[in-house]
């Protein structure tokens, strides 16, 4: 049992910033990653960043230098900084949480948040 609702997308001009958050609930937190994918329609959902649960992060080639992951465990929420979007950033951004055991893992999906990069 566990929860993650994103917020915070939106329309936004070329050039522009937004800032996602995710908001979990029923999870013990610090335990696990945490990544953000997209899907753009048309395309395949892929990944976007990622921040393991001592805080190293990976990026997609097409972000790195633009967006930046980051969580707060005390609030149980991971943020994606979005900065100098670009059309081509459009899709339903989610939310992703996992813990990986020997023989199985435990996942948990937001519902997604909409971003819009148009002018």
């Known amino acids: 049992q566990g929860q993650l609702v994103e917020s915070g997308g939106g329309l936004v001009q070329p050039g522009g910033s937004l800032r996602l958050s995710c908001a979990a609930s029923g999870l013990t937190f610090s335990n696990y990653a945490l990544s953000w994918y997209r899907q753009a329609p048309g395309k395949e959902r892929e990944l976007v960043a990622s921040?393991?649960?001592?805080?190293?992060?990976n990026y997609a080639d097409s972000v790195r230098g633009r967006f930046t992951i980051s969580r707060d465990n005390a609030k149980k929420t991971v943020y994606l900084q979005m900065n100098s979007l670009k059309p081509e950033d459009t899709g339903l951004y989610y939310c992703?949480?996992?813990?990986?055991?020997?023989?199985?893992?435990?996942?948990?999906w937001g519902q997604g948040t909409l971003v819009t990069v148009s002018s």
């Open positions: 992703n949480a996992v813990r990986h055991f020997l023989l199985a893992k435990a996942e948990v």
């Open positions: 921040i393991s649960s001592t805080g190293s992060t």
